[in-house]
């Protein structure tokens, strides 16, 4: 079975420092994995992939993440928090041979201090 | 590319009545849409799946009566939700697959979601 744990329900951080938001995943085949983010009232923006290919994935606004099958973790990094960032990020598993299903993680929602 | 709409952004019912959610693909042919469902501060969880020309199939513990997901066009799922009760309330979010997209095959375009209240 496929299921994604995100370790923190909530992150603060200030404006101009890092921003990481941990995710570990548990699969026994080769996932692909996404990260999504959702501000307030709106639907779901797709911040980054990892399909097989390169185990560092850039994405959107400065976001990147990092593949490390050993450690089954896909944490999202920002080297420099922005306002607008704050937002609700979710953590997303899928496996080709359960159909491609979306499984969520519960969501981090991220605080940006001024 | 790639762009899910919904309609309507926001409906306000009463008890009892019928409430019906639009999701358009507006730039692809999505074979396959999903319908998720949001309470307040907490994650999605995957209500149905909708397959274009076929019978949607529904995640365990989700009433099909209750939830109706017609997919009778490559660009339009609907889901009716019938006798709405206030703990039908919810941010309702639709998603599709765009099978012409072969690199992200597994990918999904989300909707901006459908806020439902019943009063």
Known sequence: ?114 | GAVVSQHPSWVICKSGTSVKIECRSLDFQATTMFWYRQFPKQSLMLMATSNEGSKATYEQGVEKDKFLINHASLTLSTLTVTSAHPEDSSFYICSARDPGRSLSYNEQFFGPGTRLTVL
């Open chain 1, 1 to 114: 079975a496929q299921s994604v744990t995100q370790l923190d329900s909530h992150v603060s951080v200030s404006e101009g420092t890092p921003v990481l938001l941990r995710c570990n995943y548990s699969s026994s085949y080769s996932p692909s994995l996404f990260w999504y983010v959702q501000h307030p009232n709106k639907g779901l923006q797709l911040l980054l992939k990892y399909t097989s290919a390169a185990t560092l994935v850039k994405g959107i606004n400065g976001f990147e993440a990092e593949f490390k099958k050993s450690e089954t973790s896909f944490h999202l990094t920002k080297p420099s928090a922005h306002m607008s960032d704050a937002a609700e990020y979710f953590c997303v598993v899928t496996l080709a041979s359960t159909g491609n299903q979306f499984y969520f993680g519960t969501g981090t929602s991220l605080t940006v201090i001024p």
